[in-house]
């Protein structure tokens, strides 16, 4: 039986550190990196809050409002309603929504809304920290947006 040289078992293992080592310090498999962009679909609606159909639009010029509404703690929004169609979403707080119906809607921080159009109701802030809500109404030219109910 034929030995291996020295000269054999001192290149092989030089050859082969390349190899070995290569692999050990090949860098760990990369996570898939974040979405750049992220689309989430909050809500989308026939009907409002409450389970009414929403109105047609209207066909004279439209006009987009966007508000944001900060309801300190304990505070109550006087009784109104909305003459158009709208929705927003609860950004920090908790916010109670009753129609003069009775209808109850409890909303918290991230919960969408498309509000009642037409229906008279109010907020409360019934929690302990301002209610930020962001509120899109779709509406027109020259009309209002909210009305308040007289007393």
Same mark, same amino acid.
């Given at each position: ?65 966007? /508000?944001? %509404?900060?309801?300190?703690? +304990? $505070?109550? *929004?006087? !009784?109104?309603?909305?003459?158009? =169609?709208?929705?927003? &979403?609860?950004?920090?707080?908790? /916010?109670? %929504?009753?129609?003069?119906? +009775? $209808?109850? *809607?409890? !909303?918290?921080?991230?919960?969408? =809304?498309?509000?009642? &159009? ?12 301002? $209610? ?20």
């Amino acid at each position: 039986m034929k030995h291996p040289s020295l000269r054999t078992l001192t290149v092989l293992p030089v050859f082969l550190l390349p190899v070995l080592f290569g692999c050990a310090s090949a860098p760990a498999q990369k996570e898939a990196p974040a979405q750049p962009i992220v689309a989430t679909k909050l809500v989308q609606s026939k009907t409002s809050w409450d389970g009414k159909l929403l109105p047609a639009y209207p066909t004279t010029q439209p006009e987009i409002t966007i /508000l944001r %509404i900060s309801i300190a703690p +304990g $505070a109550r *929004l006087p !009784l109104h309603h909305h003459p158009v =169609i709208n929705a927003g &979403v609860l950004l920090t707080g908790q /916010l109670k %929504i009753e129609t003069v119906s +009775g $209808a109850v *809607l409890h !909303l918290k921080a991230g919960d969408p =809304i498309v509000e009642t &159009v037409n229906m008279v109701h109010y907020g409360v802030n019934d929690g302990t920290v301002p $209610a930020d809500i962001i509120v899109v109404y779709a509406g027109t030219v020259d009309h209002p947006i909210t009305v308040v109910e007289k007393p």
